[in-house]
DNA sequence: TAGATACCTTATAG
DNA sequence: ACTATAAGGTATC
């Protein structure tokens, strides 16, 4: 077992590991005491784990496990491979200098008062197929039932690793989802979205569409590129945009972000996604908007 | 191009 | 108990 730790005062802006894991942008971690989404241990010090898929940079095939925990300031992570924390600033953005970043995003009373509310919330950088099956998911969804999803497809379909005497599951290669069908996806309560998921799965396996084509495209034409796929509106192609491929000025337009220029930016409201979504990313400070809107999701979610 | 509607399933409010 | 409503929307007409 290969394990370190770093003080999280070592990164600019802090870090705060369960606001990050547990605030509705990723799906594809799991805390050891199934309690999700629920009040953090008071003490502090609960573990997550996430299974990551090798890069075709690796050389190894085999899955490595991650688990990591925060306490007393201090990240502390055990993985199955060595360069654990490569993978973790990686996938959670430690390298993110999140003080220039909030400081590029507007001192309105919203933003503020969300920023103040998750320090150290930072984004995330999710592996790209499995961040678009998970925002196909999200639709008219539940923040805890979209994780419960992501989870179920692992347990079906993604391949195992053994780690410290139990078993995790990765989330699915696009070949392992599409050979899927769509009864056994409904089975798995994905609804409506189980043909979106299973057609999105097939096509990124016959190597009709990827979404990492998106990647170094301008903004919206990285937008329009991920609507190729089945279940992919403009919404969740943001999402994948600023969750998985770094866009950071994607603002996706959810139910709580259009609350919030209602309620608060009314002059960004422009009757259609494209011009409101350019009026409200530039409200928000363009480069880092996307980061303004995940703080203010998510003051609205729990506040609002 | 803009607007209306169906769609799976679950949780919560009344 | 039972119904209406909403949950990080998209596809189709």
Request: glycine content about 8%; charged content about 25%; some cysteine.
């Amino acid at each position: 077992m290969n394990v370190g730790s770093r003080p999280v005062g070592a990164l600019d802006g802090g870090f705060d590991l369960q606001a990050t894991l547990e605030c509705g942008q990723s799906y594809l971690w799991r805390r050891a005491d199934g309690r999700m989404y629920e009040e953090p241990n008071a003490a502090g010090g609960d573990a997550w784990y996430h299974v990551a898929l090798p890069s075709t940079a690796t050389e190894t095939n085999e899955p490595e496990l991650l688990r990591v925990r925060q306490v007393d300031g201090v990240l502390e992570w055990a993985a199955s491979t060595p360069n654990a924390y490569a993978r973790l600033e990686e996938l959670l953005r430690l390298d993110d200098d999140l003080d220039a970043i909030l400081a590029a995003t507007p001192d309105d009373p919203l933003v503020e008062r969300a920023r103040d509310a998750y320090c150290g919330l930072r984004l995330v950088r999710d592996p790209p197929f499995a961040s678009l099956v998970s925002f196909i998911c999200s639709a008219q969804m539940r923040v805890a039932r979209i994780h419960e999803m992501q989870v179920s497809l692992a347990e079906r379909y993604g391949e195992t690793i053994e780690f410290d005497g139990e078993t995790h599951r990765a989330f699915p290669t696009p070949d392992r989802l599409a050979a899927a069908d769509e009864s056994a996806l409904r089975d798995l309560s994905l609804g409506y979205r189980a043909p979106y998921v299973e057609r999105t799965a097939e096509m990124v396996a016959d190597g009709e569409a990827h979404p990492e084509e998106a990647r170094g495209l301008d903004y919206e034409a990285a937008r329009e590129s991920l609507t190729r796929f089945v279940g992919v509106g403009r919404k969740v192609a943001d999402c994948v945009l600023l969750f998985s491929l770094g866009y950071l000025q994607a603002v996706p337009l959810d139910t709580w972000i259009r609350t919030a220029i209602e309620e608060h930016y009314p002059d960004c409201e422009r009757g259609s996604y494209g011009e409101t979504s350019r009026a409200i990313r530039e409200r928000f400070g363009g480069e880092y908007a996307g980061y303004a809107q995940t703080y203010v999701f998510n003051w609205l979610r729990n506040n609002g």
